[in-house]
């Protein structure tokens, strides 16, 4: 007979900047000045892009959009540690992510105008279509995931996912699945604090999303999602683990939805200005910026040519956007199956036959 | 060639399938040490190593969610699903992603898997273990649905399913595991999708099935001087169409058994075909046989929902004499 405690266990948190973009420098990634720039201007880029889109949405040119402002810090960040032959599974507010990816910004602007060639990525660049279902994705990385150890290719993946997605069980069985097959898959949890309008504290009694990596048996970590550079820092390490066999890695990114939960919400219902005011200051985008000013690699002429170089890539991307012909009715029809069965051919000849006669 | 009953005819096909291809991976719960509840993969983790042959975690969502995974990544899944009531656990990742991925891609990402799952009644089990609810799959689209109803041809279509590009859900009668035999070759083979077999010529009714009931109504036959033509479905997704109004037309006149409920069936969808394309050589109404619109009942009353010999030979009466 025995009573004793068989297990206590500690989440770290890992920030490298605080709110001024002061730096720690012993926890600092290893990362050139030109790797340190260009995670600002991708930061930069991403969040015109996120204006544009809203911007389009208010005036009808796009479709339900979802914007994911006030956390570019935690998908560059995470996307940028990335290899060229990883894997990510994006959600509905991942779109920095894709853009950090490659994808490019055109099929991103297609996508949220309703079109689904917007999903197509560039070639030889496993960016899987993004799931609107909450919390599915983890599973189909977890898969690829351990696709890639049983055919012995070295890939991670990385599933994307929300504090609402951490409730979903999809999600936990993904992270289950994660560890008993120690697959190569980084979960990128953005706890933006709100799933639509329910608070991350009535999401869970759990004091941090982190810890529920520990009950599956692999390492969860906290970072502030608002520094870049802890996001980056953990993913890197997540890869590289990855990479080597050991296993899954759960990132929470703790975080904040500066916007409304899409362009359908409202989130003054649920939440007061002073808390958004009070996250306001602690904008990922300015901390970085006021880092690399302290370095000497920034400064007010390049923010200029910065600003109009991303504006300048945004606008052109919507150009071509705009110019996309509608793609043909077939489009609904022929991807249904590998090949087109004779009952639903047999629909589409009909129905082209219709239209044709318009 | 050797004499093997259903389920040992699945398991050669998962052999053949796994020896010839080596991005075929089987995985479940207990597929693995155990060889499957029905004895499906049985030695196939000996042969072929966990990493081939993977016993997962109890978790049906995940089950079919990790295998969308593999399937995107370049493997050919063959998750299998104990029993097709718990299949409804992951009804979301097949339906809202295996289903959709290549539509959702454009073609960038493919989705092939075949789920394996036991369904139908008289097997004396538990709740949950007897349904047949092929059409909730046969109305998603996307997805492909076979049902075998002999051991030649669920081997061949369970290795045309994992050869096949789409997802695909594989439904094997669980009446029939052990209660047919017939000669099949232990090498690879295929029997193709979307072909439907005529089992037994004939010229006054048609009689369609497929599946558990294939067998009810082949055994019906000795119960009536009526010259049936027989037809198995075999799948069930894409329809075979062509194979069914060829027969009505030379019949005029039409029996579907089904062992599922009989509202929004399959059987409403052959009767919408042939009106589309065979309604004038129509002889008489096309007559259902099928399950009731209940919850199959537990084993003690079984009997009574499973439709029986005695309804379709009634039914094959009714439509000759019309």
Request: hydrophobic residues 40%.
């Given at each position: 007979m025995a009573e004793k405690v068989l297990k206590t266990f500690t989440v770290k948190y890992l920030q490298v900047l605080d709110e001024s973009g002061k730096c720690d420098a012993k926890l600092m990634p290893k990362l050139s000045p030109k790797q340190l720039v260009e995670l600002y201007e991708l930061m930069v880029l991403c969040r015109k892009f996120d204006e544009k889109a809203l911007s389009l949405q208010r005036q009808g040119r796009l479709g339900t959009y979802a914007s994911f402002l006030g956390q570019e810090a935690a998908q560059v960040g995470a996307a940028y540690a990335l290899g060229g032959s990883d894997w990510v599974f994006p959600t509905y507010r991942d779109a920095a992510v894709l853009v950090v990816r490659n994808q490019p910004m055109v099929r991103l602007f297609q996508y949220f105008g309703g079109d689904e060639r917007g999903s197509i990525p560039p070639k030889g660049v496993n960016n899987f279509p993004i799931a609107i279902p909450v919390g599915t994705q983890g599973l189909h990385a977890v898969g690829a995931a351990m696709a890639a150890t049983i055919t012995k290719r070295k890939f991670a993946t990385l599933a994307c996912l929300g504090d609402g997605a951490s409730s979903e069980g999809d999600m936990n069985e993904a992270f289950n699945f994660a560890g008993v097959f120690k697959a190569p898959v980084i979960f990128l949890c953005q706890n933006n604090q709100y799933a639509i309008s329910v608070p991350v504290k009535q999401q869970t009694a759990a004091?941090?999303?982190?810890?529920?990596?520990?009950?599956?048996?692999?390492?969860g970590v906290r970072v502030d999602g608002n520094d870049i550079l802890a996001v980056y820092s953990a993913a890197a390490a997540a890869v590289k683990k990855a990479y080597l066999g050991e296993g899954p890695t759960l990132i929470e990114c703790f975080t904040y939805r500066l916007g409304n939960h899409t362009t359908s919400d409202d989130a003054s219902k649920y939440r007061s200005e002073a808390e958004v005011a009070a996250w306001r200051k602690k904008d990922p985008v300015l901390r970085f910026r006021r880092f690399l000013e302290l370095?000497?690699?920034?400064?007010?002429?390049?923010?200029?040519?910065?600003?109009v170089r991303a504006e300048r890539r945004v606008s052109s991307a919507v150009g071509e956007y705009e110019k996309v012909p509608r793609a043909d009715v077939d489009d609904i029809f022929k991807y249904t199956y590998s090949e087109m069965p004779q009952l639903l051919q047999q629909q589409m000849d009909d129905y082209k036959k219709l239209i044709e006669g318009r | 060639m050797a004499v093997m009953n259903l389920i040992q005819a699945v398991n050669s096909g998962l052999k053949c399938a796994l020896a010839d291809d080596a991005r075929v991976v089987v995985l479940g719960e207990d597929v693995g040490v155990d060889g499957g509840v029905f004895r499906a993969t049985e030695g196939l983790l000996k042969q072929f190593g966990g990493q081939r042959v993977v016993d997962t975690p109890l978790a049906e969502s995940a089950i079919i969610g990790v295998s969308i995974g593999m399937a995107a990544a370049g493997l050919r899944p063959v998750p299998e699903i104990q029993f097709s009531g718990f299949l409804y656990m992951a009804f979301a990742q097949l339906i809202n992603h295996a289903a959709r991925i290549r539509t959702r891609s454009r073609g960038s990402f493919t989705c092939p898997l075949v789920v394996r799952t036991p369904y139908s009644g008289g097997i004396r089990a538990l709740e949950h273990h007897s349904e047949s609810l092929e059409a909730i799959y046969v109305h998603t689209p996307g997805l492909k649905v076979v049902i075998p109803s002999s051991p030649y041809d669920a081997k061949g279509l369970l290795i045309s399913a994992i050869k096949d590009d789409n997802p695909v859900v594989f439904m094997e009668p669980s009446r029939l595991y052990r209660a047919v035999k017939e000669d099949v070759p232990e090498g690879s083979y295929t029997v193709p999708l979307g072909k439907a077999k005529v089992v037994r010529a004939g010229s006054q009714v048609t009689v369609i099935s497929w599946g558990s009931m294939l067998q009810q109504a082949k055994l019906a036959l000795a119960h009536?001087?009526?010259?049936?033509?027989?037809?198995?479905?075999?799948?069930?997704?894409?329809?075979?169409?062509?194979t069914i109004i060829a027969s009505v037309k030379k019949t005029g006149r039409c029996v579907v058994v089904q062992e599922a409920p009989r509202t929004g069936g399959l059987s409403s969808e052959i009767i919408a075909q042939i009106n589309d394309s065979a309604l004038s050589s129509l002889q008489a109404p096309v007559i259902r046989v099928a399950g009731f619109d209940t919850i199959f009942p537990l084993y003690k009353l079984e009997d009574h929902y499973l439709p029986s010999i005695e309804r379709i030979v009634a039914a094959i009466e009714t439509a000759a004499s019309f």
């Open positions: 004091e941090t999303l982190a810890q529920r990596a520990v009950g599956f048996g692999f390492e370095r000497k690699l920034w400064n007010a002429k390049k923010e200029g040519e910065l600003f | 009536t001087s009526v010259d049936v033509e027989l037809i198995d479905l075999r799948t069930l997704k894409p329809l075979d169409a062509d």
